[in-house]
Every structure is written in C-alpha cells, then in structure tokens.
C-alpha cells in the first residue's frame, strides 16, 4: 500500500533553497500564503528555522497534529524537522524570516547561556507586553528594509538584527535560565532524546540507552525526571505516540500497518496502546483530524 509522505521543503512548495546567495531569506506572510488561498499545508523542513512576527490579522497553526490558536501580535520560532503548517486571514499583517538552524550557532557563540534555548518551538504573545511588541516591530520594520536594500555590511546588519529578535524572544519568553541551558543532565537527556528518535522502532530495552550514555538504568530514569518530569520509558512511548499520530494524520496506511510500521506485533495491543495514551482509539483520532482538516 502507499503511504502519503509529508512534504518537506527548503521554503513552502520550493525543493531547492532560494535563489540568493545570502543564508537568510525574507518575506511578508501576505506574500507566499496569498498564493495557497491563505493556508500552508502540513509540511516539515530538513535543516531551516522559522522566525515569524504576526502583528494583526487572524492566524491559526498546527504544529505535528496538533491545532494551535495564535493570539496575535506575537513572535513564534519554529524548529527544524518538525511538521507545521498555517491558516491566515485575508488581512494578515507579518514578516517571516527563515535561516538554516547552523547559523544559530554562530548568532550565539558569545552566549552559551542561549545555545540550545530554540531547539524546540517557541512562541510569545505581545497583546498584553507593549514594550516587547514595539521593539519587535522595529526590529522586523529594519530587517526587510535592510533585506530589500544593498548597502555595504548588509549581511552584518541583518544578523546583528536576527540576534537581537532571538535574544528578545529568548528572554521575555523566560527561556534562557540556567537550570535549563547546558547542564550536564539536560545535555545527557538531549542525546538520549536523540538515541530514541533514531531507535524507538526497533523497541529496544532501556538498559541498551543507558549503556550508550554511560549511566545506569536508574540514573537515566531520574534524569529523565528532572528534565522532562517523566519517566525514560514514557519518554520512548511519547515518540511512538508522535509518530502514530502523525501517520494517522498524514498516511493512508490503515490501523493495523501503522502499528507494525512501529514495531507493534500485535495490533489489537497497538490499538490498546495508542487509545491508552490519547484517550480514544486511533480510527476516531483519524476521523476527528480528517474532519478538522476539512472544514
């Protein structure tokens, strides 16, 4: 049976990166959705970041299957490899700056404290933060004003700007403490969060994670507390869980192929799982995502 891949693109409906040489790439929101009838289809990106300012209009978002209202103004940084899409109003007013997640690195090399603060999504409401909101605006309202133009030091500038939209997102998000930056701990979960993306389907036991990070079966289950206040072996259920929604949502393969597509033997055990952890069994979460997607 085929199976319905989710598009991953450079930008959205493009498979190669955009003409320009420069690593950056700018655009009103106005400009692309405009073209798709206002609506950005489920999609992922291999290596990009987008950086998006929302500041009027109506916008909502799915992030993997999820629906997400966006209460705008607001800023939101959205990771690489993750599936989103995006539904606008007519009327939308907002930038969207797109990078390859590399140069992140390079934005924060002087601010350690920052580095790993967007490896997953980030969003911020301005409503309510009228400081925020106003130096958001002006930071956009330079970058595309720099971006259109060809003054010396133009790419400079550009990141100078960038760094300064992340940082303020990162502080007034509340993202960039150091309890959550570079421990040791979170750095060991983040390579066994890694470990499980690459393994979950082959179902292996937690003694062959612990052994690959050096640490006990125990240690891994109290770190793996500490971070995510859950358990290492609910940690490993959360991504088969991901990954069964996001072939329910995005896949015409059928229940019982889904669930031996990840490793399940059985799949009246895979149907007891998913309706277990999601609270209803996976055809009607089928149904309700086909449902909600169109309407």
Aim: net charge neutral; with cysteine.
């Amino acid at each position: 049976m085929s199976k319905a891949v989710v598009p991953t693109y450079k930008l959205f409906g493009e498979k190669e990166l955009w003409s320009t040489p420069e690593p950056l790439h700018h655009e009103t929101i106005a400009a692309r959705s405009a073209l798709y009838d206002w609506e950005i289809t489920p999609h992922a990106h291999d290596t990009l970041v987008h950086v998006v300012f929302l500041r009027s209009g109506s916008a909502e978002m799915s992030f993997e299957t999820v629906p997400l209202g966006l209460d705008l103004p607001c800023v939101l940084m959205v990771p690489p490899r993750r599936i989103h899409g995006f539904r606008f109003s007519p009327d939308i007013q907002g930038q969207i700056i797109t990078l390859p997640q590399t140069l992140l690195g390079e934005l924060f090399v002087l601010s350690g404290e920052l580095r790993g603060v967007f490896d997953g999504f980030s969003y911020l409401p301005l409503a309510g933060e009228a400081d925020t909101l106003a130096l958001m605006r002006l930071h956009f309202e330079q970058f595309a004003r720099e971006y259109a133009g060809h003054q010396p030091g133009r790419m400079t500038t550009l990141m100078a700007i960038l760094g300064l939209v992340l940082v303020q997102l990162a502080r007034a998000g509340r993202l960039a403490d150091d309890e959550r930056g570079q421990s040791r701990i979170r750095a060991r979960v983040e390579r066994f969060v890694a470990l499980v993306d690459e393994h979950f389907r082959a179902w292996q036991p937690l003694s062959f994670y612990a052994q690959r990070l050096g640490v006990s079966t125990a240690q891994l289950n109290n770190n793996c507390r500490r971070e995510a206040g859950v358990s290492a072996q609910d940690m490993i259920h959360q991504r088969l869980l991901l990954e069964a929604r996001r072939l329910l949502a995005y896949s015409d393969l059928d229940v019982t192929g889904i669930g031996y597509a990840l490793g399940f033997r059985d799949p009246a055990y895979f149907s007891r799982f998913f309706a277990r952890r999601e609270g209803m069994p996976p055809s009607v979460f089928r149904q309700t995502h086909v449902r909600r997607n169109t309407n």
